[in-house]
């Protein structure tokens, strides 16, 4: 079965450092890949997926995550963090195959500090 | 357009107590999923429905759990009697389509069992 690890549980930064949250899935093959943002009492929003095609993929307010096959990692990133950015992060994969039900990590908890 | 619409948002209930969680999906969404997550650990699949079907209830924790979706609107996830364990936030999401294609996630239902 699929897995999802997501490295970071709590990631504490300042306003402007740059952010990187990583995420591994233990299932090779055709995958579509996503990372979705929980904002404080929001609902679960898809910040950005990855289904085919360019392995860097942009997102939402300027968040990017890169898709490298090789190292079954799909790890998320902004270049410049900010206060509003503090939020719940999940990394979800769906496949290999059939499979079209998306397993989730444990999620990222991100504050930052203005 | 109306985003998917979950009921509470919170439940307090004693263990041994029946609780009855709702949810409202997207008009015109035929897939309709649960979720689940216990507290600082990942996201489960619980059972998914196609229209008033149910698809695939393989994430379904036991049969103390009874998920219905009559006439393929609104759906209903009723925990009894409830358990210590079962504490956790609750998340719906539909689409269109099967598959993760346009989730749309619910705000969830945080339940606390004491």
């Known amino acids: 079965a699929q897995s999802v690890s997501q490295h970071n549980h709590h990631v504490i930064l300042s306003e402007a450092a740059s952010l990187e949250l990583g995420c591994n899935y233990s299932?090779?093959?055709?995958?579509?890949l996503f990372w979705y943002v929980q904002y404080p009492g929001q609902h679960l929003q898809l910040l950005l997926k990855?289904?085919?095609?360019?392995?860097l993929v942009k997102g939402i307010k300027g968040f990017e995550a890169e898709f490298i096959k090789s190292k079954f990692s799909f790890n998320l990133r902004k270049p410049s963090v900010q206060w509003s950015d503090t939020a719940e992060y999940f990394c979800?994969?769906?496949?290999?195959?059939?499979?079209?039900?998306?397993?989730f990590g444990r999620g990222t908890s991100l504050i930052v500090h203005p | 357009e109306a985003g998917v619409t979950q009921f509470p948002s919170h439940s307090v209930i004693e263990k041994g107590q029946t609780v009855t969680l709702r949810c409202d999906p997207i008009?015109?969404?035929?897939?309709l999923y649960w979720y689940r997550r216990v507290m600082g650990k990942e996201i489960k699949f619980l059972l998914h429905?196609?229209?008033?079907?149910?698809?695939?209830e393989s994430g379904m924790p036991n049969n103390r759990f009874l998920a219905e979706r009559t006439g393929g609107t609104y759906s209903t996830l009723k925990v009894q009697p409830a358990e210590l364990e079962d504490s956790g936030v609750y998340f719906c999401?539909?689409?269109?389509?099967?598959?993760?294609?346009?989730?749309?996630f619910g705000s969830g239902t945080r339940l606390t069992v004491v």
């Open positions: 999401a539909s689409s269109p389509g099967t598959g993760s294609y346009g989730y749309t």
């Open positions: 299932y090779g093959g055709t995958v579509n």
């Open positions: 990855y289904f085919s095609g360019d392995p």
């Open positions: 979800a994969v769906n496949g290999p195959g059939g499979s079209y039900i998306p397993t």
């Open positions: 008009s015109g969404h035929d897939n």
């Open positions: 429905f196609v229209k008033e079907s149910k698809q695939d």
